[in-house]
């Protein structure tokens, strides 16, 4: 289907031209024409809102007028402002008239282009079936590619025709694979085999269809009786039963109703010249429900039987010949069964929500899928043996020239909003194709069907060319890793190349041009998949490269216009400019690492590839002879040495370490400021004995102990939060991958100066005000860009969480150190002016700063890093040796930072709970974003062991534990599968699946002696002999792998953990670890698929028999490739989203909501209708719509952000679980209990096969769970959830904490419900006590408790009367009626806003004045500093309970 490789148009504005499964072969072509000429159109309307299956009317008409006021953009620069306001055109009505249907109305926009009216009719019901036709008005025929706006007589009201075209041979093709898809649209096979970027989504057999109507439907008769709210027994708190089988629960959607038995090219094809001449295409033939053979010509005129059989060729028509123009109108006349059963199809289909049926950028592969049957499907064998990706053959000119796409798309224009987002969308485009592509390639390589260009050489050396894309494999070739650790390093560089070729892609110079580079490792290879350089096949390398070094640093040559250009990225990198040695001893200046090759293409355009050193070295895996590096690392146990020397600090890494230099180079400047102001008469004398360099640093960077580290002297680094609004202000900034545009202006070292003057006026009067306030407010954000001249720079906010070592102060910081605001103000005017006007000493006294943080410069705080310190075979001159010996003092610094304050942070920002992993990827994430390789995973474990509070740290332990033994077992996976087959030679493929199932055995079974079944042999002996002789020599013994046996697995697995992670596992069987570590056979089972690829069949797996082994080799159904590349933004959407969160934060909901629609339509114009930042984008206005009192409108776009976090990261993605949790809350306020419980059942389902029960996230899901059976009525069932979250909450917040106080109000309200006041009164006490103790006795919440526990009291007196006075005159009495009241749905939904972080507040302007002041207090110790990469981890608006920050104001 076209919609794979397409572009999906995004947000049209009101109009439903959106396409979704696009007809086939709807060429590319016409795709890469389209995005220069198509203004996006940036409505208020996500892709989303749009009607698919016709009618044209808009389900959303109150949207479209909230939201065309969306150029409201406060906080992101005017001119956008302007922009966004100038392509919003409005839309109009057209009536299009299609053969045999009637007229109907279509909402289109001028943007579009008359191809995409096309695409809706071929995605309607009733015009599905038609590919081949031109739209006509007034019998004139409208050209494609046309926008609307520049069609004469076009207007509200038109009428267009569509009128029948004759085929050729490419249309024909084209409506044979569009039927094939219409007739597959409900298979599920392409999303369980992952092909053509189709991925799974279950939301729709738990809400059971659309929610948005089912909503109205259900409220009629949801008496509580009907609500069946048992959850399955393994659901239930303390079920140690983890079930597969429900993971992908069976849809019954997809069983669709066959219409056709087969339908395939026919063995006559191509027609003989003499067909030809009457008009013959091709030959179809097909088999229908009804068993009758049929045999179809495709000619000009339409599709009709002819008389063909399979073994006589009579290509005559039939007699009836039923000549029609499409091949649905033809079948339906034959065949009664295709007709019934293709009509419910389109139904069905379009009855489907469009999220779960459009393709996403990026393919995603399921770890586990059902058996499917394989059919029949012509279209698949033949993109299967074309050497091309599916619609090539639709392009002129045949395969895509890869490298001219990537390239031109970075040459379009981007002065403005429309020029930018047409750019993004461009870049988006090609990545994402190219990435499939290269997948594809990849494969190939392996699979062995791709002719190496060197075929002479042996496999590992082998190179090879498809599809216009270079691919190498991931060895030491020709011995050129030699010194850096041969393999090992040949494995690492790919990975570091990615990370250089994302960073300078991500500062975006003009003029300098990196490959498209995609990593993929698939079947124990990796593979290095690469755009070619125009013209660099036919020269010698010596001859290509002009800029750098071919041989690590032995000869190195220069060249002016690349230092010109890696000049602009030196800054934003942070790479220093320095000279090196060549052979002849002569001094050649570089801006880059010496292996960071230029070469001018034919094309004239100047590229730089092998960026794998981009960043500088990390020493602590560097052991370098006679350097000694800081105490905090060598009480670490480093430097250690790493399998290769490729080992590099992360680009994160470096923007924190920046970042807390920057703090420390301000409270220096501050505190000799204020000691100049104290001793005049000796301040010299203080000067110099202070502030020497040597005594400085290591009395602020001295942050030994990690508790010391985490309280922290004032002095020290307590005020990175404030700094941070600073860190711009002078020229140093955070750069991470989103570049800002109106950064980029100011990149150049010349437009520095000048920058600087411009703020210098307007900042000192804020350096001086509060700083907070600064920060706090996204009106800020405009100053951010022009501010900055280190290069683009995602706001600042992002930097807190990167690596503050301290807990931020909740004071304000100027209050310890007075002298900030003048350092400040005396920093940037040097920085401003060359410095003439200020007197010495203040020089001085910033001088002395700049040498004691290590700045390069002497007046301004600036520090850059060499990446070529330490790498062999590179020589300094001798006038550079005090540079030198500053750069690796600096580089020892930084992996002191790392160990010393990185670690502990994120160690602190688990306990407080700001960062929540929950499974090996997100934990890999919490690491990458403050800079800490994985490769430092042991370190952190140990730190966690050794931490006091170890106990609520436990989940972390957990994951940590699993995380490292998995990605031990995928190494040695990864060798086990190397020794098993070679590539060229494809030996003994046969017995892949009985390999993988015999390792998994190994890894993971209790059966002791796990033996490796040899596969029956499938083909006769006497071939199989033949092949024996002929085998090549040096393809092994392939059955070594055979050999494994459980104990020798974990004896390797504790050693590689030894070895690499430097971490000591106790354990010598699967049984052991999961003992010992709390570990789960099942969590461990999903780590290890997705880490190495492999699918397993989903059927339940019996991991603790000793009798017999879990797996066969029945049981592995594919291995996938793991693929990586690189991710481009887009960022003028990414600067609405923050701009719109700032706002949200302060209380401006409305201006927030506005700036956050703004941002979807911007996403969805880069990125199409699916991507992780648009499922980001979604939650945040769902959360918006629900506080703002729009709860249908919150389940709507809860319920796209569920759809897309399942198609988009997995349908049980920690993200994923965190999405069905929100949209439950919703189902419950909009009064669909049956369905919010069924939600939450999923979420605890999911929840517990990542991470198992004992986890923090648990206790709010287990409170939510709890609630909503409260409010049904089942009691007992409700308690189970509630005690559990109880005790959950007790061990990873403290007994005392106020979130242990909610969990026992919670209990106290079941008990009281069930009359078992004794109870109730125990736990509220409980309650009561610590809100006494928390938050004293005066707080609304202590008083609240107490009127409860009265309460309380009184009801249990009542009963004990009424029960003496039953005892006392037996079935006399007169009874009293006991009130026993079901709790009411509002007081319910009350406590579930309370867990879920959202109060609702009834206030005064004035209170609402104060709260606002108060916001942007505590702003940046609050949320501001969540980037975007945590969003998707955390909710984006994941509010404590103390903070009222969402508000409803009376």
């Given at each position: 289907?076209?919609?794979?490789?397409?572009?999906?148009?995004?947000?049209?504005?009101?109009?439903?031209?959106?396409?979704?499964?696009?007809?086939?072969?709807?060429?590319?072509d016409?795709?890469?024409?389209?995005?220069?000429?198509?203004?996006?159109?940036?409505?208020?309307?996500?892709?989303?809102?749009?009607?698919?299956?016709?009618?044209?009317?808009?389900?959303?008409?109150?949207?479209?007028?909230?939201?065309?006021?969306?150029?409201?953009?406060?906080?992101?620069?005017?001119?956008?402002?302007?922009?966004?306001?100038?392509?919003?055109?409005t839309?109009?009505?057209?009536?299009i008239?299609?053969?045999?249907?009637?007229?109907?109305?279509?909402?289109?926009?001028?943007?579009?282009?008359?191809?995409?009216?096309?695409?809706?009719?071929?995605?309607?019901?009733?015009?599905?079936?038609?590919?081949?036709?031109s739209?006509?008005?007034?019998?004139?025929?409208?050209?494609?590619?046309?926008?609307?706006?520049?069609?004469?007589?076009?207007?509200?009201?038109?009428?267009?025709?569509?009128?029948?075209?004759?085929?050729?041979?490419?249309?024909?093709?084209?409506?044979?694979?569009?039927?094939?898809?219409?007739?597959?649209?409900?298979?599920?096979?392409?999303?369980?085999?992952?092909?053509?970027?189709?991925?799974?989504?279950?939301?729709?057999?738990?809400?059971?269809?659309?929610?948005?109507?089912?909503?109205?439907?259900?409220?009629?008769?949801?008496?509580?009786?009907?609500?069946?709210?048992?959850?399955?027994?393994?659901?239930?708190?303390?079920?140690?039963?983890?079930?597969?089988?429900?993971?992908?629960?069976?849809?019954?959607?997809?069983?669709?109703?066959?219409?056709?038995?087969?339908?395939?090219?026919?063995?006559?094809?191509?027609?003989?010249?003499?067909?030809?001449?009457?008009?013959?295409?091709?030959?179809?033939?097909?088999?229908?429900v009804?068993?009758?053979?049929?045999?179809?010509?495709?000619?000009?005129?339409?599709?009709?039987?002819?008389?063909?059989?399979?073994?006589?060729?009579?290509?005559?028509?039939?007699?009836?010949?039923?000549?029609?123009h499409?091949l649905v109108?033809?079948?339906?006349?034959?065949?009664?069964?295709?007709?019934?059963?293709?009509?419910?199809?389109?139904?069905?289909?379009?009855?489907?929500h469009?999220?779960?049926?459009?393709?996403?950028?990026?393919?995603?592969?399921?770890?586990?899928?059902?058996?499917?049957?394989?059919?029949?499907?012509?279209?698949?064998?033949?993109?299967a043996?074309?050497?091309?990706?599916?619609?090539?053959?639709?392009?002129?000119?045949?395969?895509?020239?890869?490298?001219?796409?990537?390239?031109?798309?970075?040459?379009?224009?981007?002065?403005?909003?429309?020029?930018?987002?047409?750019?993004?969308?461009?870049?988006?485009?090609?990545?994402?194709d190219?990435?499939?592509?290269?997948?594809?390639?990849?494969?190939?390589?392996?699979?062995?069907?791709?002719?190496?260009?060197?075929?002479?050489?042996?496999?590992?050396?082998?190179?090879?060319?498809?599809?216009?894309?270079?691919?190498?494999?991931?060895?030491?070739?020709?011995?050129?890793?030699?010194?850096?650790?041969?393999?090992?390093?040949?494995?690492?560089?790919?990975?570091?190349?990615?990370?250089?070729?994302?960073?300078?892609?991500?500062?975006?110079v003009?003029?300098?041009?990196?490959?498209?580079?995609?990593?993929?490792?698939?079947?124990?290879?990796?593979?290095?998949?690469?755009?070619?350089?125009?013209?660099?096949?036919?020269?010698?390398?010596?001859?290509?490269?002009?800029?750098?070094?071919?041989?690590?640093?032995?000869?190195?040559?220069?060249?002016?216009?690349?230092?010109?250009?890696?000049?602009?990225?030196?800054?934003?990198?942070?790479?220093?400019?320095?000279?090196?040695?060549?052979?002849?001893?002569?001094?050649?200046?570089?801006?880059?690492?010496?292996?960071?090759?230029?070469?001018?293409?034919?094309?004239?355009?100047?590229?730089?590839?092998?960026?794998?050193?981009?960043?500088?070295?990390?020493?602590n895996?560097?052991?370098?002879?006679?350097?000694?590096?800081?105490?905090?690392?060598?009480?670490q146990?480093?430097?250690?040495?790493?399998?290769?020397?490729?080992?590099?600090?992360?680009?994160?890494?470096?923007?924190?370490?920046?970042?807390?230099?920057?703090?420390?180079?301000?409270?220096?400047?501050?505190?000799?400021?204020?000691?100049?102001?104290?001793?005049?008469?000796?301040?010299?004398?203080?000067?110099?004995?202070?502030?020497?360099?040597?005594?400085?640093?290591?009395?602020?960077?001295?942050?030994?102990?990690?508790?010391?580290?985490?309280?922290?002297?004032?002095?020290?680094?307590?005020?990175?939060?404030?700094?941070?609004?600073?860190?711009?202000?002078?020229?140093?900034?955070?750069?991470?991958?989103?570049?800002?545009?109106a950064?980029?202006?100011?990149?150049?070292t010349?437009?520095?100066?000048?920058?600087?003057?411009?703020?210098?006026?307007?900042?000192?009067?804020?350096?001086?005000?509060?700083?907070?306030?600064?920060?706090?407010?996204?009106?800020?954000?405009?100053?951010?860009?022009?501010?900055t001249?280190?290069?683009?720079?995602?706001?600042?906010?992002?930097?807190?969480?990167?690596?503050?070592?301290?807990?931020?102060?909740?004071?304000?910081?100027?209050?310890?150190?007075?002298?900030?605001?003048?350092?400040?103000?005396?920093?940037?005017?040097?920085?401003?002016?060359?410095g003439?006007?200020?007197?010495?000493?203040?020089?001085?006294?910033?001088?002395n700063?700049?040498?004691?943080?290590?700045?390069?410069s002497?007046?301004s705080?600036?520090?850059?890093?060499?990446?070529?310190?330490?790498?062999?075979?590179?020589?300094?001159?001798?006038?550079?040796?005090?540079?030198?010996?500053?750069?690796?003092?600096?580089?020892?610094?930084?992996?002191?930072?790392?160990?010393?304050?990185?670690?502990?942070?994120?160690?602190?920002?688990?306990?407080?709970?700001?960062?929540l992993?929950?499974?090996?990827?997100?934990?890999?994430?919490?690491?990458?974003?403050?800079?800490?390789?994985?490769?430092?995973?042991?370190?952190?474990?140990?730190?966690?062991?050794?931490?006091?509070?170890?106990?609520?740290?436990?989940?972390?332990?957990r994951?940590?534990?699993?995380?490292?033994?998995?990605?031990?077992?995928?190494?040695i996976?990864?060798?086990?599968?190397?020794?098993?087959?070679?590539?060229?030679?494809?030996?003994?493929?046969?017995?892949?699946?009985?390999?993988?199932?015999?390792?998994?055995?190994?890894?993971?079974?209790?059966?002791?002696?796990?033996?490796?079944?040899?596969?029956?042999?499938?083909?006769?002996?006497?071939?199989?002999?033949?092949?024996?002789?002929?085998?090549?020599?040096?393809?092994?013994?392939?059955?070594?792998?055979?050999?494994?046996?459980?104990?020798?697995?974990?004896?390797?697995?504790?050693?590689?953990?030894?070895?690499?992670?430097?971490?000591?596992?106790?354990?010598?069987?699967?049984?052991?670890?999961?003992?010992?570590?709390?570990?789960?056979?099942?969590?461990?089972?999903?780590?290890?698929?997705?880490?190495?690829?492999?699918?397993?069949?989903?059927?339940?797996?019996?991991?603790d028999?000793r009798?017999?082994?879990?797996?066969?080799?029945?049981?592995?159904?594919?291995?996938?490739?793991?693929v990586?590349?690189?991710?481009?933004?887009?960022?003028?959407?990414?600067?609405?989203?923050?701009?719109?969160?700032?706002?949200?934060?302060?209380?401006?909901l409305?201006?927030?909501?506005?700036?956050?629609?703004?941002?979807?339509?911007?996403?969805?114009?880069?990125?199409?209708?699916?991507?992780?930042?648009?499922?980001?984008?979604?939650?945040?206005?769902?959360?918006l719509?629900?506080?703002?009192g729009?709860?249908?409108?919150?389940?709507?776009?809860?319920?796209?952000?569920?759809?897309?976090?399942?198609?988009?990261?997995?349908?049980?993605?920690?993200?994923?679980?965190?999405?069905y949790?929100?949209?439950?809350?919703y189902?419950?306020?909009?009064?669909?209990?049956?369905?919010?419980?069924?939600?939450?059942?999923?979420?605890?389902?999911?929840?517990?096969?990542?991470?198992?029960?004992?986890?923090?996230?648990?206790?709010?899901?287990?409170?939510?769970?709890?609630?909503?059976?409260?409010?049904?009525?089942?009691?007992?069932?409700?308690?189970?959830?509630?005690?559990?979250?109880?005790?959950?909450?007790?061990?990873?917040?403290?007994?005392?904490?106020?979130?242990?106080?909610?969990?026992?109000?919670?209990?106290?309200?079941?008990?009281?419900?069930?009359?078992?006041?004794?109870?109730?009164?125990?736990?509220?006490?409980?309650?009561?006590?610590?809100?006494?103790n928390?938050?004293?006795?005066?707080?609304?919440?202590?008083?609240?408790?107490?009127?409860?526990?009265?309460?309380?009291?009184?009801?249990?007196?009542?009963l004990?009367?009424?029960?003496?006075?039953?005892?006392?005159?037996?079935?006399?009495?007169?009874i009293?009626?006991?009130?026993?009241?079901?709790?009411?749905?509002a007081?319910?939904?009350?406590?579930?806003?309370?867990?879920?972080?959202?109060?609702?507040?009834?206030?005064?302007?004035?209170?609402?004045?104060?709260?606002?002041?108060?916001?942007?207090?505590?702003?940046?110790?609050?949320?501001s500093?969540?980037?975007?990469?945590?969003?998707?981890?955390?909710?984006?608006?994941?509010?404590?309970?103390?903070?009222?920050?969402?508000?409803?104001?009376?």
């Open positions: 289907m076209v919609s794979k490789t397409d572009d999906i148009q995004a947000s049209v504005p009101n109009c439903n031209v959106n396409t979704v499964d696009l007809a086939e072969g709807e060429t590319p016409h795709q890469e024409t389209k995005a220069p000429n198509k203004d996006p159109c940036v409505c208020g309307h996500s892709a989303s809102t749009v009607v698919m299956n016709g009618g044209g009317a808009h389900y959303h008409s109150e949207e479209e007028s909230k939201q065309d006021g969306g150029g409201d953009t406060d906080g992101v620069e005017d001119s956008n402002e302007q922009e966004v306001i100038v392509i919003q055109d839309g109009f009505t057209v009536k008239q299609a053969p045999g249907t009637e007229p109907f109305d279509l909402q289109v926009s001028p943007q579009e282009m008359v191809q995409e009216i096309h695409q809706v009719l071929m995605d309607r019901e009733d015009t599905c079936h038609r590919t081949c036709f739209l006509q008005l007034d019998g004139n025929v409208l050209d494609n590619f046309a926008e609307l706006k520049s069609i004469e007589g076009l207007q509200e009201g038109s009428l267009l025709k569509v009128v029948e075209e004759p085929y050729t041979v490419r249309e024909a093709r084209i409506h044979v694979r569009h039927i094939r898809d219409l007739l597959k649209s409900l298979d599920p096979s392409d999303a369980y085999n992952g092909v053509d970027c189709n991925s799974l989504s279950f939301l729709s057999v738990f809400t059971d269809g659309d929610l948005g109507d089912s909503g109205k439907r259900k409220k009629k008769g949801s008496d509580l009786e009907q609500i069946d709210c048992t959850p399955p027994e393994h659901i239930l708190p303390g079920s140690k039963e983890r079930p597969l089988v429900p993971l992908q629960p069976q849809n019954k959607d997809w069983k669709p109703m066959q219409c056709l038995k087969v339908l395939t090219m026919s063995g006559w094809n191509p027609p003989p010249g003499n067909r030809k001449m009457h008009g013959d295409l091709m030959y179809l033939y097909m088999v229908t009804e068993e009758r053979h049929i045999s179809i010509t495709a000619s000009t005129r339409g599709f009709y039987l002819n008389q063909s059989t399979t073994y006589t060729f009579n290509p005559k028509p039939a007699n009836p010949s039923f000549l029609s499409s109108e033809l079948l339906s006349q034959i065949s009664p069964a295709f007709k019934k059963n293709f009509t419910v199809l389109q139904k069905t289909r379009v009855q489907r469009p999220f779960e049926r459009i393709a996403t950028p990026f393919q995603v592969y399921s770890w586990t899928a059902p058996q499917v049957d394989h059919t029949m499907d012509c279209v698949r064998a033949e993109d043996y074309t050497s091309r990706l599916g619609y090539e053959e639709h392009i002129p000119g045949q395969t895509r020239d890869w490298n001219e796409e990537l390239q031109t798309t970075r040459e379009l224009a981007r002065k403005n909003l429309p020029e930018r987002l047409l750019r993004e969308r461009a870049i988006f485009k090609v990545h994402s190219f990435a499939a592509a290269a997948t594809r390639g990849s494969m190939a390589v392996i699979d062995g069907n791709v002719m190496a260009i060197n075929p002479g050489e042996e496999t590992r050396m082998q190179m090879f060319i498809w599809n216009n894309i270079f691919f190498s494999l991931g060895f030491d070739v020709r011995d050129h890793y030699r010194e850096l650790g041969g393999d090992a390093a040949a494995h690492a560089a790919p990975t570091n190349d990615l990370n250089g070729v994302r960073a300078y892609g991500a500062v975006d003009e003029g300098l041009y990196t490959l498209g580079t995609v990593v993929v490792d698939y079947r124990g290879y990796r593979v290095t998949a690469q755009s070619i350089i125009p013209g660099i096949l036919e020269r010698e390398q010596e001859q290509s490269v002009i800029y750098g070094s071919i041989d690590f640093g032995k000869t190195v040559v220069s060249h002016g216009k690349y230092l010109e250009l890696l000049e602009r990225t030196s800054r934003p990198l942070k790479v220093q400019r320095h000279n090196v040695l060549n052979e002849k001893d002569e001094s050649v200046e570089l801006c880059s690492s010496v292996e960071c090759k230029g070469i001018i293409g034919n094309d004239g355009r100047h590229y730089i590839l092998d960026l794998l050193r981009t960043f500088p070295p990390d020493l895996f560097l052991p370098v002879e006679g350097e000694e590096l800081s105490p905090e690392s060598v009480r146990g480093f430097p250690r040495q790493h399998r290769h020397r490729l080992a590099c600090l992360r680009q994160e890494l470096i923007e924190a370490f920046v970042e807390h230099r920057y703090l420390l180079f301000m409270k220096m400047a501050a505190l000799q400021l204020m000691q100049q102001k104290a001793n005049k008469d000796s301040k010299m004398a203080t000067l110099t004995e202070n502030n020497s360099p040597e005594a400085a640093v290591p009395a602020l960077l001295s942050t030994e102990n990690p508790d010391a580290s985490a309280k922290s002297s004032e002095t020290s680094t307590e005020t990175l939060t404030d700094g941070k609004s600073d860190a711009v202000q002078i020229e140093t900034t955070s750069t991470t991958d989103a570049p800002q545009p950064a980029t202006e100011a990149t150049t010349e437009a520095a100066p000048k920058a600087e003057q411009t703020t210098e006026t307007d900042i000192p009067s804020a350096a001086a005000t509060t700083m907070t306030a600064s920060q706090a407010t996204p009106t800020e954000d405009n100053v951010v860009p022009t501010v001249t280190n290069g683009p720079l995602v706001p600042v906010a992002t930097v807190i969480q990167n690596g503050e070592c301290e807990s931020p102060l909740e004071g304000k910081a100027e209050d310890s150190i007075p002298g900030l605001a003048q350092a400040k103000e005396l920093a940037e005017s040097l920085a401003a002016e060359d003439s006007g200020i007197d010495p000493k203040s020089r001085e006294v910033v001088l700063a700049c040498k004691a943080v290590g700045s390069i002497n007046t705080f600036d520090i850059r890093f060499n990446p070529d310190i330490f790498s062999p075979g590179v020589r300094f001159p001798e006038d550079s040796v005090d540079d030198i010996q500053k750069q690796k003092q600096l580089l020892k610094d930084a992996a002191a930072f790392l160990v010393s304050c990185q670690i502990p942070s994120l160690v602190k920002d688990c306990l407080d709970h700001s960062a992993p929950m499974d090996g990827a997100t934990l890999t994430e919490a690491l990458h974003q403050r800079g800490i390789n994985v490769r430092y995973l042991g370190n952190v474990l140990e730190f966690v062991d050794k931490t006091p509070a170890k106990a609520q740290l436990e989940h972390f332990y994951i940590g534990i699993s995380e490292l033994i998995t990605r031990c077992a995928k190494h996976f990864k060798t086990y599968l190397q020794t098993m087959y070679s590539i060229s030679q494809g030996v003994e493929l046969s017995a892949l699946s009985a390999a993988v199932s015999h390792f998994l055995n190994c890894f993971l079974s209790s059966f002791p002696d796990a033996v490796a079944h040899l596969p029956p042999d499938e083909l006769v002996s006497r071939r199989k002999n033949r092949k024996r002789r002929n085998r090549v020599p040096g393809g092994g013994d392939n059955t070594a792998w055979a050999s494994l046996t459980p104990s020798e697995l974990w004896k390797n697995i504790v050693s590689e953990a030894q070895s690499y992670y430097n971490f000591t596992l106790h354990s010598e069987n699967a049984d052991q670890v999961v003992e010992k570590y709390g570990l789960q056979k099942i969590t461990l089972l999903r780590e290890i698929s997705i880490k190495a690829g492999i699918q397993i069949l989903i059927k339940e797996y019996n991991f028999s009798h017999k082994p879990a797996f066969t080799e029945e049981d592995i159904l594919n291995i996938f490739p793991v990586k590349h690189v991710n481009p933004k887009a960022s003028d959407a990414f600067h609405f989203f923050q701009s719109g969160q700032a706002k949200v934060q302060q209380g401006y409305k201006e927030g909501c506005e700036l956050i629609n703004e941002a979807l339509n911007l996403f969805n114009n880069v990125y199409g209708a699916m991507h992780v930042e648009i499922c980001a984008c979604l939650r945040l206005l769902a959360r719509n629900y506080i703002m729009d709860h249908h409108e919150a389940l709507s776009n809860q319920q796209k952000a569920v759809l897309m976090s399942e198609r988009v990261l997995g349908v049980e993605h920690p993200n994923t679980i965190q999405e949790m929100h949209l439950a809350l189902c419950f306020a909009n009064g669909q209990l049956s369905t919010a419980l069924k939600l939450l059942y999923r979420a605890r389902y999911l929840m517990l096969m990542v991470c198992g029960e004992d986890h923090p996230e648990m206790a709010l899901l287990d409170s939510n769970i709890g609630l909503v059976l409260h409010g049904v009525m089942e009691y007992d069932l409700s308690l189970r959830f509630l005690e559990n979250a109880l005790a959950i909450n007790s061990k990873y917040h403290g007994p005392r904490s106020l979130k242990v106080a909610l969990s026992h109000h919670l209990v106290a309200r079941v008990y009281e419900s069930k009359a078992e006041f004794r109870s109730a009164l125990q736990h509220e006490k409980e309650g009561y006590t610590i809100y006494k928390q938050v004293g006795e005066a707080h609304e919440k202590t008083k609240e408790s107490s009127e409860y526990l009265k309460y309380l009291t009184q009801q249990a007196v009542a004990q009367r009424t029960m003496n006075e039953i005892y006392k005159n037996g079935s006399n009495a007169s009293m009626p006991l009130k026993f009241t079901a709790p009411s749905m007081s319910v939904l009350e406590q579930l806003n309370i867990i879920n972080g959202i109060i609702f507040i009834p206030l005064s302007q004035k209170d609402l004045e104060n709260l606002k002041a108060e916001v942007q207090r505590r702003q940046q110790l609050q949320e500093g969540k980037s975007m990469e945590e969003l998707t981890v955390d909710g984006p608006l994941e509010l404590e309970d103390k903070i009222p920050m969402d508000v409803n104001v009376d």
